[in-house]
């Protein structure tokens, strides 16, 4: 699935790892994400929130897609700092599920928290033709 994210690739953000409904990003902030404050445009926080939380909801095979998203931001993000997003399944429901996501700095310090609902469809095709029980994520 990653592989085919281009929007994500595309800002340099990275797959550390994704498995058994986890997952870790990283993504460097460059001058390009600054909004009128110079700070990180939120959008792009969560942005790299929510690969981790695709990542981590698709870890699992199926096709998995956002079913709703909310984020708190907590401290400010400039450019240069390398934001690491490490998602967590919360609990799995039918074909539903919720993940946390914590966003952190460089310094180790949080900047966001973010916690997404999915929903795996009921086609279980990938959007790029292959199975669904093929690993997705990787």
Same mark, same amino acid.
């Given at each position: 699935? *990653? /592989?085919? /994210?281009?929007?994500?690739?595309?800002?340099?953000?990275?797959?550390?790892?994704?498995? #058994?409904?986890?997952?870790?990003?990283?993504?460097? %902030?460059?001058?390009?994400?600054? +909004?009128?404050?110079?700070?990180?445009?939120?959008?792009?926080?969560?942005?790299?929130? #929510?690969?981790?939380?695709?990542?981590?909801? +698709?870890?699992?095979?199926? $096709?998995? %897609?956002?079913?709703?998203?909310?984020?708190? *931001?907590? =401290?400010?993000? =400039?450019?240069?700092? $390398?934001?690491?997003?490490?998602?967590?399944?919360?609990?799995?429901?039918?074909?539903?599920?919720?993940?946390?996501?914590? %966003?952190?700095? @460089?310094?180790?310090? $949080?900047? !966001?928290? *973010?916690?997404? =609902?999915?929903?795996?469809?009921?086609?279980?095709?990938?959007? @790029?033709?292959?199975?669904?029980?093929?690993? !997705?994520?990787?």
């Amino acid at each position: 699935m *990653f /592989d085919a /994210d281009v929007a994500s690739r595309g800002l340099g953000i990275e797959l550390v790892e994704a498995a #058994d409904g986890a997952a870790v990003a990283r993504m460097p %902030v460059t001058e390009a994400m600054l +909004n009128g404050h110079a700070i990180a445009h939120g959008g792009f926080v969560f942005l790299l929130a #929510d690969t981790a939380f695709a990542l981590a909801c +698709n870890s699992w095979g199926p $096709v998995t %897609v956002a079913a709703g998203g909310e984020i708190s *931001f907590v =401290r400010p993000v =400039r450019a240069g700092d $390398v934001l690491t997003a490490r998602a967590t399944e919360r609990t799995r429901y039918g074909r539903s599920g919720i993940y946390d996501v914590t %966003v952190t700095r @460089d310094d180790g310090a $949080v900047v !966001a928290e *973010f916690r997404g =609902r999915s929903r795996t469809l009921a086609d279980r095709s990938r959007a @790029d033709g292959a199975p669904a029980d093929a690993t !997705a994520g990787r």
